[in-house]
């Protein structure tokens, strides 16, 4: 029988890399739309506050680098406007880390059979799966509410 711990890690992973997939994506069509569209009708990449098109930050390197506070704003718009994509996927992946670290725990105390048999590695690996977990969950944790907060 499956354990239902190592069922919802996976299912939580799964999630949390198809969300970040489908939110890479969104962002390559919209770059991709743009950049043929401005090509098409002659624009030089430039912030238009009149345009109907909700995505319409291409990436421009020169407004980048000369730090152009419209082109600045219009990253900002488009990337507000996928954030609960992004924070969908950063929850589940906080979730998939928590929940993959008690099958490890759990395979490690196996290993050792009980703990009677190379008790010094299989905490290690044990120690290394909970502090790498932790790690990544605070991580993840973090990021979410770094973006809540912009």
Known sequence: MWDLKCIAAALCFLTSNTLFIVNGAIMMKGHNHN????NANGDDGSYDPNSTNKVTANWNFQSWKELDPSYIQERWL???????????????????????MVPIIQSAWVLSRGGKRLVGPHMLLAALAVCGSII???ARLMTVGMTNAS
């Open 136 to 138: 990544e969950l605070l």
């Open 35 to 38: 950049s043929q569209s401005s």
């Open 78 to 100: 488009v990337r507000d406007e996928q954030r609960p994509i992004m924070m969908s996927a950063a929850l589940f992946g906080a979730l998939a880390w928590f929940w993959l």
